[in-house]
């Protein structure tokens, strides 16, 4: 019986802790790359293309023109769809659909001396208390993309540098 209480308590002290952080959060990393902008973007804006070179990216299925869900290998589904692009420098992505987090991928691209950089912003709002601490606590707040950054660099044959 103590046991149930204890169990009980833990999730009680999670949603507690998770309603005092902040709903919203922002991360941003950049990652150098020797390849041409224009060369980055064209694999970044061809959504149907990324299950090929993404790690955890199971299948993607296209729903219009600038809508799709994106199926993971561990089950979990996103439906994301690209509501600004300015190529070669911009695009932006909205996670849309999902009751737990919304928010934006943001990449942008610029120029640099021997290829370009590689700025992926994410912004997301989380409701959920319980989902709030674990993005806080558990999961590493920049992991996903971190990830995504790494699997670019990995695309491409270089060893990633994120900043």
């Given at each position: 019986m103590i046991w149930v209480f204890a169990v009980i308590s833990i999730?009680?002290?999670?949603?507690?802790?998770?309603?005092l952080l902040p709903k919203e959060i922002v991360v941003s990393r950049t990652l150098q790359l020797k390849k041409d902008q224009n060369q980055v973007w064209k694999l970044i804006s061809d959504f149907p293309s990324q299950?090929?070179?993404?790690?955890?990216?199971?299948?993607?299925?296209?729903?219009d023109e600038n809508k799709?869900?994106?199926?993971?290998?561990?089950?979990?589904?996103?439906?994301?769809?690209?509501i600004e692009s300015k190529p070669p420098?911009?695009?932006?992505?909205?996670?849309t659909g999902n009751r737990y987090i919304k928010g934006t991928w943001m990449l942008q691209l610029a120029k640099s001396i021997d290829g370009c950089w590689l700025t992926l912003t994410e912004k997301a709002v989380i409701e959920n208390p319980f989902f709030r601490f674990l993005a806080r606590y558990v999961i590493k707040r920049a992991s996903h993309i971190e990830e995504y950054l790494r699997d670019v660099a990995r695309f491409f044959g270089e060893t990633p540098i994120i900043e």
């Open positions: 999730i009680v002290a999670i949603f507690i802790a998770g309603s299950v090929s070179w993404r790690t955890r990216l199971k299948k993607v299925e296209k729903l799709w869900i994106e199926i993971y290998k561990s089950g979990w589904k996103f439906v994301l769809e690209t420098e911009l695009l932006v992505r909205e996670l």
